[in-house]
């Protein structure tokens, strides 16, 4: 039971380089969320999905694009990498039930990314 | 828009001893839901405990409990006789009723010294 999983698990960057988080989830979950998180600050959300083919903008989406071609998988692109960029990334997923306080959003281990 | 605020940046406990975690939120919605996560080292969020707004009585696991002052807008965490491996840093987060997204706090430092 993989859960969510997120690749890679550390990247360096240099400044305007692209590069794309993968997020795979195998619990047939319907929203998938990206979010970052920095010191002091807590995590804030990037982008959020709600289904397969349908993304929205979270509390800070400037410099970042998504994708959710296949239910499964919620990509996370940085098209020109900033410094401001370097944070630790985290993918989660839920189901409907979760809206109602029902369950759990389930978090995968993150990805620290550092752009130089 | 939600903020939640957790003031105390890290805390500092005595192995088998108390510590008390605050938080507080702001919000005009009078459903919702309100969660405490863990992050230990590994990096991993993992749940310790969810509070619906509309249920007077606080929830409680284990060596966790919560104080919900809804009137207050207030949600600490309480966790007893502290372990080594309760070493984290705990999220507090809010979410509202049918909504996607959580909003979490800034984040306290646990140590549980041995």
């Known amino acids: 039971n993989a859960g969510v999983t997120q690749t890679p698990k550390f990247r360096v960057l240099k400044t305007g380089q692209s590069m794309t988080l993968l997020c795979a989830q195998d619990?047939?979950?319907?929203?998938m969320y990206w979010y970052r998180q920095d010191p002091g600050m807590g995590l804030r959300l990037i982008h959020y999905s709600v289904g397969e083919g349908t993304t929205a903008k979270g509390e800070v989406p400037d410099g970042y694009n998504v994708s959710r071609l296949k239910k499964q998988n919620f990509l996370l692109g940085l098209e020109s990498a900033a410094p401001s960029q370097t944070s630790v990334y985290f993918c989660a997923s839920s189901t409907l039930i979760f809206l109602r306080g029902g369950t759990e959003a389930f978090f995968g281990q993150g990805t620290r990314l550092t752009v130089v | 828009a939600q903020t939640v605020t957790q003031s105390q940046p890290e805390m500092s406990v005595q192995e088998a001893e108390t510590v008390t975690l605050s938080c507080t939120y702001d919000?005009?919605?009078?459903?919702?839901?309100l969660f405490w996560y863990k992050q230990p080292p590994s990096r991993q969020m993992i749940l310790v405990i969810r509070q619906e707004a509309y249920k007077q009585q606080n929830a409680t696991e284990n060596r966790f409990s919560v104080n919900f002052q809804k009137a207050a807008k207030s949600f600490s965490l309480k966790i007893s006789d502290s372990q080594l491996g309760d070493t984290a840093m705990y999220f507090c987060?809010?979410?509202?009723?049918?909504?996607?997204?959580?909003?979490f706090g800034a984040g306290t430092t646990v140590t549980v010294r041995a």
């Open positions: 919000t005009s919605e009078n459903n919702y839901y």
């Open positions: 987060a809010f979410m509202k009723h049918n909504d996607y997204k959580l909003s």
């Open positions: 619990m047939n979950h319907e929203y």
